[in-house]
């Protein structure tokens, strides 16, 4: 991947006063639930230099970095999982992944988003329209991905992720995503928050009193992004919305936006096809062969004597 530079100085000097973007992971009343607030302004405004989105499509697809972001903390080792929309509203659909490390990647299926008038509101239900949600594991010891699919019951989602995890994983779960925009409708302050019901194992008294806490701390907190703009801590703000709850640190891991994908690997993958249709790129062109990483923007281009090598090895 090539990272394009922030070149915006209000910008550079938010990232001066803000901490590294990261995942949180904590307990809460007694282990009768987990969660993982996530800080990542960073990560959404390099997703948005990257792929060159507009202020609807960094709200769209920042809230699915965010999500995926959260979700890493569900996978471990080299698993990673991955969520996708498709819908019949203006956005289309879209797709995100997250590694166990932290990195997230993805992209909008319409970019820019074609929208018929100006939205009055930067609530994301009026772009999805109906449509299905599918969120997928792939597991580096199993053979096959698993995937779970709902028909979208919101139109956000957030709101669909929770309901995700309650029909096909019969979790509980509250999920909150958030970005903060100033006035010129820069990105500066993007987060998110996930929490799960754990089997019954610990010995705390009321788990359904811990969730309306739970319920009621959400509320309160309003805009993650808009807090973590303002220079607040995962730390201060699980101690000052969760502390009945009693949260119990378990760690933290760095998120980013990031993609694997090198120069050498789509010569590769131009390596791999087929010799005809090697043969009609060689004779037909065009020259530079510009390809495009879906996943990152990343464009990288092919000389005519590197695609009449490729051609050379594959016969």
């Known amino acids: 991947m090539i990272q394009q530079p922030i070149t915006d100085p209000t ?16 307990l809460l009343a007694n282990g009768a639930y987990r969660g993982a607030l996530l800080h990542g302004t960073r990560m959404v405004n390099e997703a948005r230099i990257n792929h060159d989105l ?3 499509e960094t709200l769209i697809l920042g809230h699915a970095y965010l999500a995926a972001g959260l979700l890493s903390t569900n996978v471990k080792g080299n698993d990673r999982i991955s969520v996708e929309i498709s819908c019949d509203g203006p956005v ?19 970019n820019p988003i074609p929208l018929e008038t100006e939205p009055t509101s930067l609530d994301p239900r009026q772009f999805f329209g109906s449509g299905t949600l599918a969120v997928t594991k792939t597991l580096e010891r199993s053979r096959q991905p ?3 699919r709902i028909t979208m019951q919101y139109g956000s989602l957030a709101q669909d992720l929770a309901a995700y995890f309650a029909v096909s994983e ?3 779960t509250a999920v909150h995503v958030s970005i903060q925009f100033d006035p010129d409708g820069r990105a500066v302050g993007a987060g998110g928050l996930l929490i799960q019901a754990l089997p019954q194992i610990g010995q705390y008294d009321d788990r359904e009193a811990a969730l309306d806490t739970i319920d009621e ?59 005809d249709e090697l043969n009609d790129i060689r004779s037909n062109g065009p020259f530079p062969l510009c390809t495009t990483c879906h996943n990152c923007n990343t464009t990288y281009e092919f000389s005519r004597e590197e695609l009449e090598e490729a051609y050379q090895m594959a016969r």
């Open 54 to 56: 507009g202020l609807i």
């Open 217 to 275: 701390a959400i509320a309160k907190i309003g805009s993650i992004g808009s807090l973590f703009s303002q220079g607040w801590t995962p730390r201060r703000i699980l101690d000052e919305h969760f502390a009945s709850l009693e949260p119990i640190m378990l760690g933290e891991k760095p998120t980013r936006f990031h993609c694997p994908c090198t120069r050498e690997r789509f010569l590769s993958f131009i390596s791999a096809l087929s010799i």
């Open 92 to 110: 289309t659909g879209l797709f995100v992944e997250a590694t166990a490390a932290g990195t997230v990647r993805g992209y909008l299926k319409q």
């Open 11 to 26: 910008v550079e000097e938010l990232y001066s006063r803000l901490p590294e973007d990261r995942v949180d992971s904590f």
């Open 146 to 148: 698993f995937t779970g």
């Open 170 to 172: 019969q979790t509980p």
